[in-house]
């Protein structure tokens, strides 16, 4: 089972790059890392899935080590809007580790 | 269409009642998936449906039953729920299992 921490939460200003990372030791070979935003009363959205390496989109990248034994999600220059929960999610249900998602982190963006 | 849509919004029922959540989509996904969310924790899985089939049942009580009529539907029927049940139910879906999911808004349950 993947066990998946992140830390509680994190501050921040608009315009500074925040990373958040996941720890996840027991990740099985068919897991793959998932992040979501959380809003108050809504359902997590996704932000960027990946598997090794770098992955970057639109809004964010995602950086997993060799060992892929942690994670961390980047926002590049966040503004008061990315105040939310972030969540990674480990898993697989083909096979892998059941679908985990992390603690949460709740992060606050100040002007 | 990108939108995972989830009725009701909000439920209030007794321990005695019968009540059915309702989650559906559009996008032509193959899985979908029930999670349950208690203040200020994460998601847990509750079930998942990989092409119509129940796949992942995570030990559930026997008072939550789902239901996978058509690829677009999902039902969740609560039977004899207890007050501790009460959270926000979300339903997801995605391409297929390994693809990211699409949660919708979230039904808010109170048993009372």
């Known amino acids: 089972l993947a066990k998946t921490t992140q830390p509680i939460s994190m501050d921040s200003y608009e315009g500074q790059e925040v990373n958040i990372t996941c720890s996840h030791n027991?990740?099985?070979?068919?897991?793959?890392i998932t992040w979501y935003q959380q809003f108050p009363s809504q359902g997590p959205r996704f932000i960027i899935q990946?598997?090794?390496t770098k992955v970057t989109n639109e809004v964010a990248s995602l950086f997993i080590p060799a060992d892929r034994k942690s994670s961390t999600l980047s926002l590049p220059r966040v503004s008061l809007s990315d105040t939310a929960v972030y969540y990674c999610l480990v898993g697989d249900t083909g096979g892998g580790n059941k679908l985990t998602f992390g603690t949460g982190t709740q992060l606050k963006v100040e002007l | 269409d990108t939108e995972v849509t989830q009725t009701p919004k909000h439920l209030v029922m007794g321990m005695t009642n019968k009540k059915s959540l309702k989650c559906e989509q559009h996008m032509g996904h193959r899985a979908m998936y029930w999670y349950k969310q208690k203040a200020k924790k994460p998601p847990e899985l509750m079930f998942v449906y990989s092409y119509e089939k129940l796949s992942i049942n995570e030990s559930v009580p026997s008072r939550f039953s789902p239901e996978c009529p058509n690829s677009s539907l999902l039902n969740l029927h609560l039977h004899a729920l207890q007050p501790e049940d009460s959270a926000l139910y979300l339903c997801?879906?995605?391409?297929?299992?390994?693809?990211?999911?699409?949660f919708g808004p979230g039904t808010r349950l109170t048993v009372t």
């Open positions: 027991n990740i099985a070979t068919n897991d793959y």
């Open positions: 997801a879906s995605s391409q297929d299992t390994t693809y990211e999911q699409y």
């Open positions: 990946g598997y090794k």
